[in-house]
């Protein structure tokens, strides 16, 4: 059984920076595709970063330049870098992991596995 925990998520305010982690198990080391998303209350939950069992990064447009997404197969964990945060990345953020391999998108249909959400909030 595939788990995900998101931690990391905080208040923080405009320009600052937060890094959350998704600590997984349940599956083999790097062989998931996982990725971030978010959702703020009553809007559709959107694509962040994603990143596939080989390495290969994709970063919606919206966040190019600000928020960074690795892992670290030896420990299962997935981690985003968010810098210059602003109001407007408040939400709450999910990790999401699919056994698609290198076929990575930062698309929702995509993942079948989902963590509870860490909440990050951003005032100005």
């Known amino acids: 059984q595939v788990r995900l925990v998101e931690s990391g998520g905080g208040s923080v305010q405009a320009g600052g920076s937060l890094r959350l982690s998704c600590a997984a198990s349940g599956y083999t080391g790097g062989s998931y595709c996982v990725g971030w998303f978010r959702q703020v209350s009553g809007s559709l939950r959107e694509g962040v970063a994603a990143?596939?069992?080989?390495?290969?990064?994709t970063v919606e447009d919206a966040f190019q330049g600000r928020f960074t997404i690795s892992r670290d197969n030896a420990e299962g964990t997935l981690y985003l870098q968010m810098n210059n945060l602003k109001p407007e990345d408040t939400a709450v953020y999910y990790c999401?992991?699919?056994?698609?391999?290198?076929?990575?998108?930062?698309?929702?249909?995509?993942?079948?596995?989902w963590g509870q959400g860490t909440q990050v909030t951003v005032s100005s």
């Open positions: 990143i596939g069992s080989d390495g290969s990064t």
């Open positions: 999401a992991a699919a056994d698609t391999g290198r076929y990575c998108p930062a698309t929702r249909e995509t993942y079948k596995f």
